[in-house]
């Protein structure tokens, strides 16, 4: 594969993108298309963003790497799986492709290059715009359209790499991360939070779904019924993640970036606009300044209306730039 994107410019907001993130594809109608991420790229460049923004390279994740959250006979399955032209992972509901696994793997990398630039101070913060999803993966299963968790690696990379003790990872997707959300359960590194739809897929991410042993109070789920939007979505943002992290203090902020939870997407019936993304991210931006000194990586998970999806992205990043001007 052919990667394109150096890192140029001072710190700013960094974009880490890949044509090359086109090559997996789960199938005709699969709702997680390169559809998808075409329609992120056009309006990436249509306003101009493209060009503007730090652009960071991307990398596959090693071996190595993938197993910080992933076992090896997980990374062998989907390895086994891909060769032997499977149409599902053998984990789980996970569609396939020929390069799916290059693919997740750059996918992966991407998010962990992401995590360089802004720990390193050549970026202020990042979005990395990147498929497949990742936040459904757990230790050894894919679920979902995810193959690899890509948010999840970003932490304990984050971790291993630069020493970050306190990491958040909020998560706006529809769809409860219940792979993140496991993989870091018994973890009081890891402080993760979720707005998802409930009822809904994958069946996780209850109230009373804390975390356990020295993880115990730090996973924050607030399940909200069909039809939420800015009041429900933004007021649990504000009301009960901004005080616990002011108790928490994290030097890193992750955010699973869904945008499933748009007006509109065809897998959820959360009703956010655009602009609600940009107080989402404004909010995840007050959080970083008081004490991870306004380091932000954001990872992008879901949204299956490709045109919705381009312009939630479109506000999202609008929102780290104007955090990063204001730095």
């Not at 990436?44 to 190595?64: F, H, N, W």
């Amino acid at each position: 594969m052919t990667h394109l994107g150096t890192a140029s410019g001072s710190p700013g907001t960094g974009l880490v993108f890949d044509p090359a993130l086109t090559l997996h594809d789960p199938g005709p109608g699969h709702p997680e298309s390169p559809g998808r991420y075409l329609a992120v790229q056009a309006a990436l460049q249509d306003s101009g963003y493209l060009e503007r923004l730090g652009r960071i390279p991307v990398r596959e994740a090693t071996d190595d790497e993938l197993h910080l959250c992933h076992t090896r006979a997980y990374l062998a399955t989907v390895r086994h799986d891909v060769a032997r032209k499977s149409p599902l992972l053998s984990t789980g509901d996970t569609s396939l492709g020929a390069h799916s696994e290059a693919v997740a793997r750059l996918a992966a990398g991407a998010a962990l290059a992401g995590v360089d630039a802004v720990m390193t101070g050549r970026q202020r913060n990042a979005f990395a715009a990147i498929r497949p999803p990742g936040h459904h993966a757990t230790l050894s299963r894919g679920m979902g359209f995810c193959i690899y968790n890509n948010v999840a690696l970003a932490a304990r990379y984050a971790r291993k790499a630069y020493g970050v003790d306190r990491i958040l990872i909020a998560d706006w997707d529809v769809h409860h991360g219940n792979g993140t959300q496991d993989i870091f359960y018994e973890d009081p590194s890891v402080f993760f939070f979720s707005t998802h739809q409930w009822p809904w897929y994958p069946g996780t991410g209850a109230a009373d779904e804390t975390g356990a042993a020295a993880g115990k109070g730090y996973t924050l789920n607030c399940p909200l019924r069909a039809g939420a939007g800015h009041a429900e979505v933004i007021g649990a943002f504000r009301r009960k993640l901004a005080p616990a992290m002011a108790e928490f203090k994290p030097a890193l902020v992750l955010i699973s970036a869904g945008f499933d939870s748009r007006r509109g997407d065809p897998l959820g019936r959360f009703q956010l606009r655009d602009e609600d993304f940009g107080e989402l991210t404004a909010i995840a931006g007050e959080i970083a300044a008081r004490s991870a000194q306004g380091r932000i990586v954001s990872v992008l998970e879901g949204g299956y209306a490709p045109e919705g999806l381009a312009k939630a992205v479109l506000a999202h990043v609008d929102g780290l730039r104007q955090l990063s001007a204001r730095a």
